[in-house]
């Protein structure tokens, strides 16, 4: 920065420190970047850190950009499937468009199509803070499943299911 560089480049500059100091380092990151008002490009693996330190991400795959676009819409408005896995968790259901309705795996109706477009296979993607559990079999808008493993991690527990009728 004693040379008052363009562009700042950070390949992995928190990747080797333990999480506390991580946090603290990006925080002390982004100050300077507002500081310092300079472009920085940010590389990191590390999901939680991109969405926290970034104005603009891109994501890439196999060498390709797949999308490039503010935290918040590379997380809520993913471009493609890829996108939608590789930036957090995600359910992938796979549902039919019928006639501007999306039914579930077992034919039960999910909800109204955004875009009622021509009937076609889809997958629906779905953030696991967007869904609820509920025992009550054949809800209004639900999925059948079955939970097959949980494991504890602290601020969460993270729910394994299969969609299927059938729960034995």
């Known amino acids: 920065m004693v040379f008052e560089p363009p562009v700042l480049l950070l390949d992995e500059p928190l990747g080797a420190l333990d999480r506390k100091l991580r946090q603290h380092l990006r925080n002390e990151i982004k100050t300077l970047h507002k500081e310092v008002g300079k472009t920085m490009t940010y590389v990191t693996h590390d999901l939680d850190e991109a969405l926290a330190m970034s104005d603009r991400i891109a994501v890439m795959h196999e060498g390709r950009i797949r999308q490039v676009s503010a935290p918040r819409d590379i997380y809520r408005r993913p471009a493609d499937l890829f ?6 968790e995600v359910n992938l259901i796979p549902v039919k468009l019928r006639s501007g309705v999306v039914h579930g795996p077992a034919g039960e109706l999910l909800a109204a199509a955004q875009r009622p477009e021509a009937d076609t296979d889809a997958t629906l993607c779905v953030r ?3 869904l609820r559990l509920d025992k009550a079999l054949g809800s209004a808008g639900g999925v059948q499943g079955c939970i097959v493993d949980m494991t504890f991690v602290g601020d969460a527990t993270i729910v394994d299911s299969a969609l299927t009728m059938d729960c034995s």
């Open 128 to 130: 696991p803070e967007h």
């Open 83 to 88: 996108v939608a896995s590789f930036v957090g």
